[in-house]
């Protein structure tokens, strides 16, 4: 079974529109963090949030969890073109080893 | 910013061969890892590295892999005898803090070194 599925697999929105991505996961975990990845680059953190956490703020980012349903949300307001990548959600439980899920594909149009 | 280096961005090689990808963590960080992600799949963990020694492997880092902090910033995985299905892209990571410590860290990446195994 998947730890880590992102949906919507795909997400194509205007500039200046809100893109929401959520994520789901199967165990308990200790904290959960959202990655970027530009196509065939590396990975960029984005944000941290830990199991006793209930909502994180980071600019235009903000991102939920909720542990009694297993899922995080990634919202980015007011978007650019720029953010156009994938985004992928990662679990860590009770070890140093994240688990990334299968990530959304976002498409900006300016 | 600090920021997680990796060499080569990219390195070609025939099947059999050894290869060495190399990383710079971050200079105040006690966790490293290795991860990979084979082109469309998910990242997968290799390896996670702290005090000298390896902390965690997963079941793809079998005896043909191996990592080494050869010097105080340097850190390595050797894979001994290439295969076609070691081709992936693989990231380095490392974070200021992690399990052993009492708590879960960001992890930081590097830009990754894309394997081609011919």
């Known amino acids: 079974s998947q730890q880590g599925e992102e949906d919507p697999q795909a997400l194509s929105i205007q500039e200046g529109e809100n893109a929401t991505m959520n994520c789901s996961y199967k165990t308990s975990i200790n904290n959960l963090q959202w990655y970027r990845q530009n196509s065939g680059r590396g990975l960029v953190h984005l944000i941290l949030?830990?199991?006793?956490?209930r909502e994180k703020h980071s600019g235009r980012l903000r991102v939920t969890l909720d542990t009694s349903k297993k899922s995080s949300s990634l919202l980015i307001t007011a978007s650019r073109a720029a953010d156009t990548a994938s985004y992928f959600c990662a679990t860590g439980y009770n070890t140093d080893k994240l688990i990334f899920g299968t990530g959304t594909r976002l498409q900006v149009f300016p | 910013e600090p920021e997680v280096t990796q060499t080569p961005s990219h390195q070609v090689t025939q099947m059999g061969q050894e290869v060495i990808l190399r990383c710079v963590p971050i200079?105040?960080?006690?966790?490293f890892y290795w991860y990979r992600q084979i082109l469309g799949q998910k990242v997968e963990f290799l390896v996670s590295?702290?005090?000298?020694?390896?902390?965690?492997k997963s079941e793809i880092f079998d005896d043909q892999f191996s990592v080494e902090r050869p010097d105080g910033s340097n850190f390595t995985l050797k894979i001994r005898s290439t295969k076609l299905e070691d081709s992936a892209m693989y990231f380095c990571?490392?974070?200021?803090?992690?399990?052993?410590?009492?708590?879960?860290?960001?992890?930081?990446f590097g830009p990754g070194t894309r394997l081609t195994v011919t």
């Open positions: 949030i830990r199991s006793n956490e």
């Open positions: 990571a490392s974070s200021e803090w992690g399990l052993q410590g009492g708590a879960l860290y960001e992890q930081y």
């Open positions: 590295f702290y005090n000298n020694e390896i902390s965690e």
């Open positions: 200079s105040n960080h006690l966790y």
